[in-house]
């Protein structure tokens, strides 16, 4: 791959982390605090309205099209550079992958699935709104802080 091809593509998975990191930044700083201050049944209503149209073309192109290039970013990096000019692409690249790709799939999922199975108005729900917003938030934190990280690393490894 040319160093213009590689630059090239580092850039987008750049602007691509932060695309994404703000989608997530969004939802920890007001959509999920605003979700916790209706009345549970509503909430947890809305969230699963939330993730049923969440899961769209444009949202899965910058998830997880930024991951393949982030991989390409990373593989390109390592063989053909060195030192630092190979690890802050691949830093970057691994950051994002396992603290943004990987949490989603492994923890933000899981409680999203979870969370569809939940009655809105049936016994139990308003524990495991409660459970479900204090934990995928705190994995949304994760994948904000990773995504971002992952966008300053490629935009530096770009210069």
């Given amino acids: 791959m040319s160093d213009n091809a590689l ?3 580092t ?3 750049a602007l691509g982390c932060g ?16 979700l916790g201050r209706l009345p549970s049944a509503q909430g ?10 969440a899961p769209t073309p444009p949202f899965m192109t910058a998830l ?12 390109a990096a390592v063989s053909t550079r060195e030192g630092l000019d190979a690890m802050l692409p691949l830093a970057g690249a691994v ?9 989603t799939m492994a923890f933000n999922v899981p409680r999203n699935d979870a969370l569809a199975q939940v009655d809105p108005l049936g016994a139990g729900a308003e524990g495991h709104w409660y459970r479900y917003l204090a934990e995928w938030t705190a994995w949304n934190h994760v ?17």
């Fill in 11 to 13: 850039v987008l998975a």
């Fill in 64 to 75: 997880f099209g930024t991951a393949l290039c982030c991989l390409v970013v990373a593989i």
């Fill in 143 to 159: 994948r904000t802080v990773t995504s971002l990280v992952a966008a300053v690393l490629l935009a530096i490894a770009a210069r």
């Fill in 19 to 34: 695309l994404v990191g703000g989608v997530f930044f969004a939802f920890s700083t007001f959509v999920m605090r605003t």
């Fill in 7 to 9: 630059a090239t593509l």
């Fill in 95 to 103: 950051v994002y992958i396992v603290g943004t790709v990987v949490v």
């Fill in 44 to 53: 947890i209503a809305a969230m699963q309205a939330i993730n049923v149209a």
